[in-house]
């Protein structure tokens, strides 16, 4: 059967026929995607939209960038491997020096490069079987709102309770900590929040009736991207990096969707200054096909031969992609892009903000931005903040849907709208999308006031 020219609703139908129940962007993005370059996405039905999910923050040079394509034609013209797995090549090698290249110095004397199943969520597994292997402990600590993937280790990493529920037996003796949160600040401070946050973990590392045995790893993101797109501050990052070494615990940066340029840094723990024990990558590292990989310090390398594998490790499609991607993104200086588009729209998120209460708070860093949506009409806390509104943001993703732009949620109860466009999107381009934006919250808070309007007038 051919579906060539079927419609979006003759596919999704299908979908829906033959895909599992745990589909879900299909659920809120009513499309099948037909067509694809650069920023923009074309459905069955002809319908153009920009594209500021770009595979959850994966695509950072777009849809069939020329020097993607063109790496994969090279790649496939000579007959070289698909796969190898753990077997070395001339493509495999080549990509190593790039990456390498592109890390900070300090860090790349020593690194190791572990490759792993393509999803970032093996990096991580991979990363806490390396940690807990070198130190002999079980012990991990992970954050509150983190998110780190969905497999048996990740998930108990996981700071949303939900996906857990149903899942009996996630990894055991992790810890969660508070993360710095200016809008929902954890201890209820506000600005000294981070400073507290720092304080509670080192206090807690050194209590010897703390609750649980010496750790094997701390994960953080550095900016939490399924969290609600929240960035704590540099100084926590560098307690954070303090605090670890001081206590003999690996400190594992997941950099999954921060890193390569997305929030204005090379890799955002750069920021800080700091050089973390273990980088897990994957998403932009394989130029949009399937790579995920763990970068660490060869003094954690304990691991006898085998210690972890995987069959499609080897992915040399995805090396040559990522080699060029990577090249592309240091040449053209793409993170400073991605720090001057993303002030671009972010003055959009503020423009809304200021005009509706609704949007109860905007962050983020580079073209990794979020909007808390919220019930302004409920009482907030004591530091002014209103509870999450996920119909409004569900209401508010619609809206831009149908006018031509599509954005993930994410956040407490889903409640923040967020956006994770190609890092070559171009200014015109950003006006678009921080203006479809901004009409899209004023038509959901219209329609949510209207029918607010309406009970009341009900008898």
Request: net charge negative; with cysteine.
């Amino acid at each position: 059967m051919s579906y060539a020219d079927a419609s979006n609703d003759r596919l999704l139908d299908k979908q829906a026929d033959r895909e599992s129940n745990a589909r879900s962007y299909p659920r809120y993005l009513p499309m099948a995607i037909r067509e694809a370059r650069g920023v923009e996405v074309t459905d069955a039905d002809g319908n153009t939209y920009y594209d500021c999910l770009a595979g959850a923050g994966t695509l950072h040079l777009g849809h069939n960038h020329p020097v993607v394509v063109e790496a994969i034609e090279e790649a496939m013209a000579n007959d070289r491997p698909m796969h190898t797995l753990d077997i070395t090549t001339p493509i495999k090698e080549a990509f190593v020096d790039t990456l390498f290249d592109s890390l900070p110095e300090e860090f790349a004397d020593s690194a190791k490069i572990q490759f792993c199943s393509p999803a970032g969520t093996d990096a991580v597994e991979a990363a806490l079987k390396l940690t807990k292997t070198a130190t002999g402990n079980r012990s991990v600590l992970s954050f509150r709102g983190g998110y780190h993937g969905m497999t048996h280790g990740s998930l108990g990493l996981m700071g949303d309770t939900s996906p857990k529920e149903e899942v009996p037996g996630t990894m055991g003796n992790v810890r969660h900590l508070p993360y710095p949160y200016p809008y929902r600040c954890p201890f209820g401070i506000g600005e000294e929040d981070h400073e507290v946050a720092s304080e509670y973990v080192e206090r807690l590392l050194a209590d010897p009736e703390r609750g649980f045995t010496d750790p094997a790893a701390m994960v953080l993101e550095p900016v939490q991207g399924e969290g609600g797109s929240i960035a704590p501050p540099a100084d926590w990052l560098r307690e954070m990096r303090r605090i670890t070494r001081e206590h003999d615990v690996p400190l594992v940066v997941d950099e999954i969707q921060s890193g390569l340029g997305r929030t204005g840094d090379l890799y955002d723990f750069e920021r800080a200054g700091i050089t973390p024990d273990v980088v897990t990558l994957s998403k932009a590292v394989g130029g949009g096909l399937p790579l995920a990989v763990v970068l660490y310090d060869e003094e954690l390398d304990e691991w006898e031969s085998g210690a972890h594998t995987g069959t499609f490790r080897g992915n040399q499609l995805a090396m040559a992609a990522g080699k060029a991607t990577i090249e592309y993104i240091v040449e053209n200086d793409l993170p400073s892009r991605a720090e001057e588009m993303g002030a671009r729209l972010r003055s959009h998120l503020d423009a809304a903000a200021e005009n509706f209460a609704e949007v109860g708070d905007v962050r983020g860093r580079g073209l990794m931005l979020g909007a808390e949506m919220v019930d302004a009409t409920a009482e907030s806390d004591g530091l002014g903040a209103h509870p999450p509104d996920a119909d409004l943001a569900e209401a508010v993703q619609s809206e831009c849907f149908d006018r031509g732009l599509i954005v993930e949620r994410g956040g407490r109860e889903g409640a923040t709208v967020r956006f994770l466009p190609p890092l070559v999107v171009s200014k015109d381009q950003i006006e678009d999308v921080g203006r479809i934006f901004r009409e899209a919250v004023a038509a959901a808070v219209s329609t949510q006031n209207e029918r607010a309007e309406g009970v009341r007038a009900s008898p």
